[in-house]
Nanobody, 125 residues
Framework: VQLQASGGGLVQAGGSLRLSCVAS????????MGWYRQPPGNQRELVASIDSGSMLISGSTKYADSVKGRFTITRDNAKNTVYLQMNSLKPKDIAVYYC???????????????WGKGTLVTVSS
């Protein structure tokens, strides 16, 4: 399983970016997906996560307190893709952002966590 993240870059404070992450490979079921970030000199932390939901109901979401009201996580199960819409960006959001997905390789397989390589988000003040 491979996770390919994109959408990072440089933006001015108050601006917006949208991150995307596509999962590919031997995927029977994509379970929870999420975004983590690692600010310079700090540990990796959860930004937002979304579970798989169902055909009629979107997955439930979870956010770090620091991004609530500014970031929105969504997913497109048909495209094996998770998105992170980031609005009102601040210098404290500067970090490498990593995509995470819990993937089951078969109907009876437990899920396994996979990570993308990360995409850098820089916010200028």
């Amino acid at each position: 399983v491979q996770l390919q993240a994109s959408g990072g870059g440089l933006v001015q404070a108050g601006g917006s970016l949208r991150l995307s992450c596509v999962a590919s490979g031997s995927i029977f079921r994509l379970n929870a997906m999420g975004w983590y970030r690692q600010p310079p000199g700090n540990q990796r932390e959860l930004v937002a996560s979304i579970d798989s939901g169902s055909m009629l109901i979107s997955g439930s979401t979870k956010y770090a307190d620091s991004v609530k009201g500014r970031f929105t996580i969504t997913r497109d199960n048909a495209k094996n893709t998770v998105y992170l819409q980031m609005n009102s960006l601040k210098p404290k959001d500067i970090a490498v952002y990593y995509c995470n997905a819990n993937v089951s390789g078969g109907p009876y397989n437990e899920g396994k966590d996979y990570w993308g390589k990360g995409t850098l988000v820089t916010v200028s003040s």
